[in-house]
């Protein structure tokens, strides 16, 4: 039997996916499009992740997609409210009626000959394997496995008899009332579990945040004041453009002092943590990292609801070393011992691209750490694929719809032209270096995994939307590293 055949398959349901689909079923109304999804709900992240308070650190006027503006009252929001912004946008267009689920995409074979991709899937809980063809890939996986997530390897884990916990992983059956909770990490999820569980009914009877070393934590409120004061005297759309911009400046601006002056915004976000904190508080030990600010990704706590619960003692931090588990807890290099029932693992995640298929290209396997990544969305020597993948230093979504549009602009512009195949190829001489510069424990495991980039466009990354905005929604799509091909475009 023929597979079925489309113009174009997006991989993953999850806020990139459904801003893609928005995007080519808008753009590209003549091509056809499916979305398949390998868990059994939309929403990637915001579907998987379900431990207590999980939430985004960036605001959702900018997470959100610049064509559906964001009517909620906090800027910073929960998980379940974004998967719902999510699910109401993909019912809005109609883009939820294109979504197969439980299709994990696990190969794609591109064929010159036939100008299209062969995708190979596990379908249902039986993984009955499936095929499918595809004139172009448009992968909107996000960077992470969704089936495991990092755990360090720590001596007399064994001995511990409570409970371990990832979030990545949350039981839904899991009660920590009254029990004594040890919280190990420092990132986004620690210091959004530790407020979580120290507060409110079924609050844990203690948390401790146990870090390595420590991370800047900077407080900004949950609800956006000038937003609002825009949606009183705009219609909703200016309202949430000006907003929108208003937060890419800011955040573009900070980061780019943080760059330019370390010391001094070092001295800045610790002024305010002691502000948060009180004077007793030992800022320098558990809030004054070794690195440069935005040399690891930046935390943001909304209305600095972890400060609340240190300063008022319903949580606690301690930045030391694990030497050992034992029957009862955590034993320290300094001889400290933390008494615990339930230990999370807010140890991180584990980089994965393309949601973990392997692809070939006319027979040939490719490694990705061998290609260079083309306007941070395409691959060095790999025809028509494409890739969503957001900003380090920004929200996600920024970066993939600008991805999207420009995905869209090359469509339309192979179209016109009669081309079948796009590929962009790497120049002779160009050395290529590690893709992200982050010093991040989950990036530099990753780094020998990764593509790279090289010293300038168009296999730079940036991290800037304004540059970003011009290269890709107002660049040439035809740059003159971008191979194409005439030919016949594969039909259903």
């Known amino acids: 039997m023929t597979p079925e055949h489309v113009d174009v398959l ?28 390998a868990r059994e709900a939309m929403g990637g992240t915001w579907d998987l992740f379900r431990y207590p308070g999980v939430r985004s650190d960036s605001d959702m006027f900018t997470l959100g997609y610049r064509f559906r503006p964001w009517t909620g009252g906090k800027a910073i929001t929960d998980g379940p409210s974004i998967k719902a912004y999510i699910e109401d946008t993909a019912r809005a267009y109609g883009i939820d009626r294109k979504i197969r689920y439980g299709h994990r995409v ?47 390897e720590w001596a007399g884990t064994g001995e511990f008899r409570g409970r371990f916990v990832h979030p990545q992983f949350w039981p839904e059956d899991l009660d920590y009332s009254g029990k004594r909770v ?31 070393s420590p991370t800047y934590v900077a407080s900004l409120p949950a609800a956006d004041g000038i937003a609002n004061v825009f949606r009183e005297v705009m219609s909703e759309d200016a309202a949430y453009a000006a907003a929108r911009w208003k937060n890419i400046l800011r955040q573009m601006l900070f980061f780019n002092v943080a760059r330019a002056w370390p010391g001094f915004f070092r001295r800045l976000i610790q002024k305010g943590n002691r502000a948060e904190l009180g004077p007793a508080f030992d800022v320098d030990t558990h809030f004054n990292p070794k690195y440069n600010p935005w040399d690891e990704r930046f935390c943001i706590v909304p209305d600095g609801d972890l400060f609340r619960v240190l300063r008022e003692g319903r949580a606690d931090i301690v930045t030391d070393q694990i030497e050992r588990f034992d029957a009862t807890g955590i034993v320290l290099t300094s001889g400290r011992h933390l008494e615990a029932d339930i230990v999370v693992t807010a140890t991180g995640l584990v980089v994965q691209l393309l949601g973990g298929m392997s692809l070939e290209v006319d027979g040939q396997r490719v490694n990705l750490a061998d290609t260079m990544a083309y306007r941070g969305m395409m691959y060095s020597g790999v025809p028509n694929l494409a890739s969503a993948f957001g900003y380090t230093n920004a929200s996600w979504t920024l970066k993939c719809d600008l991805t999207s549009e420009h995905v869209c602009r090359l469509l339309n512009y192979m179209d016109a032209k009669g081309y079948v195949q796009a590929t962009p190829q790497r120049e002779p001489g160009i050395e290529g270096e590690p893709v992200l510069d982050f010093t991040s424990g989950y990036v530099q495991r990753a780094l020998p995994f990764l593509p790279k980039q ?28 971008m191979q194409f091909r005439r030919g016949e475009r594969p039909r259903a």
């Open 106 to 152: 696990v190969a794609a074979s591109w064929s010159s000959a036939d100008a299209c991709w062969t995708v190979t899937m596990e379908v249902g809980a039986a993984r009955e394997r499936r095929t499918l063809r595809a004139h172009f890939l448009y992968t909107c996986t996000g960077y992470y496995d969704y089936a495991k997530g990092y755990l360090p």
């Open 182 to 212: 040890v919280v190990i990490g420092s990132g986004a999820t620690a210091v959004t579990l530790v407020p979580a569980m120290a507060e409110g009914p079924g609050a844990a009877a203690s948390v401790t945040m146990l870090q390595r």
């Open 10 to 37: 997006v991989i993953g349901a999850g806020l990139s996916g459904v801003g893609a689909a928005y995007h080519l079923q808008t753009l590209c109304p003549g091509r056809s499009y499916a979305i398949v999804e």
């Open 454 to 481: 090289g010293p300038a466009a168009p296999w730079r990354l940036y991290q800037n939307y304004i540059r970003d905005l011009f290269l890709l929604r107002h660049g040439k799509v035809n740059h003159r590293v």
